[in-house]
């Protein structure tokens, strides 16, 4: 391809990024602006409302704000509105359900902390809309029945915030007409730009062709031949160079000692050898670290120097007879003094039948050999380390159930045994004791078990994830029968190269928690997996359970974190999906999930089909 085409096809590139981030976001800022003017409308509405919101926050109770609520979607159209107390309770919605629910999610926090109105879009019943968090302020009182009714306030205090769903509908024209302007014009600009950016690319890369057949003339042995400047920048420059240059190409020739110069500046040991080794030239380097002077040429031979590095390996120059070059081989150089120094040799021929001889490129690794030696050291102190980790975790984890195991056991037996003695209260302080032994103890347990996925190392081998998967719901079989839960184990399931064991644990898991959080009368899940390119299985636990929020899905994988009280669902610690993830990272994976409030959930893991054939 020409370089005028390059050079048009990259202007028109540039210019076509640069049209869609403009339009990107240029389309942004209008829905911004169009979110901002609709909510601080809202705001404005809500202020002619302050007394009957105000009233409302004061007196908490529902009726008063659903008065104030139901006034203030008249004037807004509001598709759904609800008051909202500082601490993030809900007093009145127009959804009654929500009464006396909490609300923390990002941006009623941010409402909280910026203390204006704040808003997103979002979409709600399948229709997009403006979700806002307006602060409602006190204002000061004048008469009695108020103070009396309200109390003292001070002016600008927030009592409280309206949580609204504001309607796009009347905004959407106009943001659409704002948008098509915008194109419009971004267009008319874009074509432009690229007219006289053609233009301009033909001008400058005029001088560049004229550059070029200069080249061709003078490759040609014309190297009278002068080069027209039609122009007076950095190229009019290079043709005048080019002409210096070709005028006086005729009158020299590239010295010797210019080629002995760039030798002798190389840091690395250079030596040339004939096709025998007998070293013809060497650099200063060279004679530097080896202690040889190489003088006479000839005297020395390069292949009595060099011995390899691995035991029975091939010497250099049968091997460079054979493959005509050699790229980074480690061997010895016996030096001046006696000593063998690491380097690493590069070598290739030049010259032609009846003049061919070797450059070899010497590379010093002695620093490099250091460094093995001391990552082998440090990798056998790790090892170390771990293995006294372990068995301190091992220690520290017995240390501490074992009093555990004493409060249960005595716990148990003064229930047991005095139970109907004691008094309601101090049977209930020793149910909770317990209890709380209990969780302590799980929660060890876990926390071994999230520590000890990172430090036991199983061998990889290649297994049947149908199987697997089998195997795993069989260990929970009891939480099955318990639960009447059907799991369904798909036959397409795949052979990877894994851990066994590890990879087991993942399937036991994730079907263990899709049981656990489950409303259904009959828990249903589903083990399946697909082709995800050519190096990667997809595989997914689908079940039919109560589904998790969106701003959570990165929240559950965090170790001993828990969406729900501890007595809900099974009361577990938090560390399933914590392990799960953990494994399936040193599987070198990534798992993630799909959800939605009561219609279940989808745990997806993206695993290597076999982690030796890494593209």
């Known amino acids: 391809m020409k370089l005028y085409l390059k050079t048009l096809l990259f202007i028109l590139l540039l210019i ?8 990107y976001f240029s389309s942004a800022a209008v829905s911004e602006a169009m979110g901002g003017q609709i909510t601080d409308s809202a705001a404005s509405a809500a202020a002619d409302l302050t007394l009957g919101f105000q009233k409302a926050f004061l007196s908490g109770r529902e009726l008063d704000g659903i008065t104030a609520l139901h006034a203030f979607a008249q004037k807004t159209g509001a598709v759904y509105a609800g008051m909202v107390t500082a601490e993030g309770t809900i007093i009145a919605h127009t959804n009654v359900a929500l009464t006396g629910t909490r609300l923390a999610d990002p941006l009623m926090l941010r409402g909280a902390r910026s203390a204006a109105p704040v808003f997103r879009r979002t979409i709600y019943n399948g229709t997009e809309i403006v ?18 009714f309200e109390g003292l306030g001070t002016a600008g205090e927030i009592s409280g915030f309206l949580r609204a769903g504001l309607p796009l509908t009347s905004a959407r024209k106009a943001e659409q007409d704002i948008t098509f302007k915008l194109l419009i014009l971004a267009l008319f600009i874009a074509s432009a730009a690229a007219l006289l950016s053609a233009l301009f690319a033909r001008v400058i890369l005029r001088q560049v062709s004229l550059l070029g057949e200069g080249i061709r003339k003078v490759r040609e042995g014309d190297y009278d031949f002068s080069v027209p400047v039609i122009s007076r920048d950095e190229l009019g420059d290079v043709a005048e160079s080019f002409n210096k240059l070709s005028r006086g190409l005729s009158e020299t020739t590239v010295s010797k000692q210019y080629l002995d110069s760039v030798l002798e500046s190389m840091p690395d040991p250079l030596l040339i050898t004939d096709v025998a080794g007998n070293i013809l030239k060497a650099n200063r380097a060279a004679a530097e670290f080896s202690g040889y002077d190489f003088l006479p040429p000839g005297a020395q031979n390069l ?54 001889q070797i450059v070899m490129v010497l590379k010093d690794t002695s620093q490099h050999k250091e460094s093995e030696a001391r990552l082998a050291q440090y990798l056998k102190e790790v090892e170390t380390v771990n293995s006294e980790l372990d068995a301190f975790a091992h220690t520290v984890s017995h240390d501490l159930k074992e009093p555990l195991r004493g409060i249960e056991m005595f716990s148990g037996m003064l229930l047991s045994d005095y139970g109907a003695k004691l008094e309601p209260q101090a049977g209930d302080y020793l149910h909770r004791v317990l209890k709380a032994s209990g969780r302590m103890r799980r929660l060890i347990d876990d926390l071994l078990s999230y520590a000890r996925v990172a430090r036991v190392r199983n061998p990889y081998e ?64 589903d083990i399946s997996a697909e082709k995800f390119g050519d190096y990667y299985w997809k595989f997914s636990v689908k079940d039919n359970g109560i589904g998790i929020p969106a701003q959570y899905f990165e929240e559950i994988f965090k170790i001993f974190k828990r969406l729900h009280s501890r007595q809900e669902y099974g009361g577990g610690t938090g560390a399933g999906l ?25 745990f997806y893991a993206l695993i290597p089909a076999d982690l030796r054939a890494k593209p």
Request: glycine share 8%; aromatic share 4%; hydrophobic share 45%.
């Open 131 to 148: 979700d806002a968090v307006i602060p409602v302020t006190r204002h000061k009182h004048s008469s009695a029945e108020d103070i009396l």
């Open 16 to 23: 076509g990024a640069a049209f869609c981030v403009n339009i």
């Open 462 to 525: 290649r297994a049947s994830t149908a199987i697997l998967a089998a195997e795993a719901v069989a260990g929970i079989s009891a939480l099955v029968e318990e639960h009447k839960a059907v799991v369904r184990v798909s036959e397409n399931l795949p052979e990877i190269f894994c851990d066994p064991v590890k990879m087991r644990q993942v399937f036991q898991n994730l079907v263990s928690n899709a049981i656990k959080y489950n409303d259904k009368p009959v828990p249903e899940i």
């Open 303 to 356: 292949g009595e120097l060099l011995q390899p590095q691995a035991e029975g390996a091939q010497p250099p120059f049968p091997l460079l007879a054979k493959s005509g070059h050699i790229k980074e081989m480690d061997l010895w150089l016996k030096a001046r003094d006696g000593k063998k120094l690491p380097v690493m040799l590069s070598a290739a021929f030049i010259g032609g039948e009846g003049r061919r």
């Open 578 to 602: 914590a392990i799960v993830k953990k494994i399936v990272e040193e599987h070198n994976g990534r798992i993630w999930v799909e959800s939605a409030e009561g219609k279940g959930s989808v």
